[in-house]
Every structure is written in C-alpha cells, then in structure tokens.
C-alpha cells in the first residue's frame, strides 16, 4: 500500500477501511476473537464509529430497527445502559444505550418479533445461556 492510498474491503455484514487515519471498522456488530491486548499511550480519546454500516452493499438486510430504552417513572432516556437484543433468525446483539437511550440498528431478512433484555436482566441471561457479556 503506497502513502495516499485507501482499500475497502466491503462485505456483508458492514466494511473495514484502511487509509491514511487509521483502520476504520463499520459494521452491524463486531466480534473480537483471540486475546485482546491494549497498548497506552494513545490519545485518550473514546472509540466512536458512525456512519451506514450497509454503505456500498449490494443487497443489505431489507428490514431494520432501533430502541429506546428509558425509565419507567419518568420516561426519561437510560443513556450507556447494557442491552441484548435476539431476533427470531438467532441472531444476538448486545451494547450499550447512547446517550439518547437508543440501541445500535438491528438489522433482519424478515420482519419479526425480537427480545430485548437490558440492564441487570441482559447481564443475568446472558451468563445463564454461559456467555460473557
């Protein structure tokens, strides 16, 4: 790869950009596998990922939806709340709120129902289904 230049590597599940800034990862959900080691001396500054991560797919799942998980009382937004959400496809996918409360997007080939645990529920199901969260 020469300086200047940019590959994409486009699949169908999201992309992974190599250029100039760095090794940018946009997808629906991201699994690390393997030991995961962590270097300091970095700038500090949080991981954040934006942006479409069906960008410059061909045929992205044509179903799709977000939630917002708020406080029963007040109705108010739970902002970095932990969730998992299962589709009926068996499909799992877990993160944290934003800060509006919102889940990332879900994305299906059917419409179809989903179960969304968050908080303490999610943390306890996932341990009894022998997964770490």
Request: charged residues 20%.
């Amino acid at each position: 790869m020469q300086a200047g230049a940019r590959v994409v590597i486009t699949g169908p599940g999201g992309t992974i950009t190599l250029d100039g800034s760095g090794v940018t990862l946009d997808a629906i959900t991201i699994h690390l596998k393997g030991p995961i080691v962590q270097q300091g001396g970095g700038s500090g500054r949080a991981l954040s990922i934006t942006g479409n991560p069906f960008e410059g797919v061909e045929n992205p799942p044509p179903f799709s939806e977000r939630f917002r998980i708020s406080h029963q009382r007040t109705g108010e937004p739970l902002s970095r709340v932990f969730y998992c959400v299962e589709t009926v496809e068996g499909r799992r996918y877990t993160g944290h709120t934003d800060a509006n409360g919102m889940t990332a997007r879900i994305h299906t080939e059917q419409p179809g129902e989903v179960t969304l645990r968050w908080g303490r529920d999610a943390a306890l199901y996932l341990r009894r289904q022998g997964i770490d969260e």
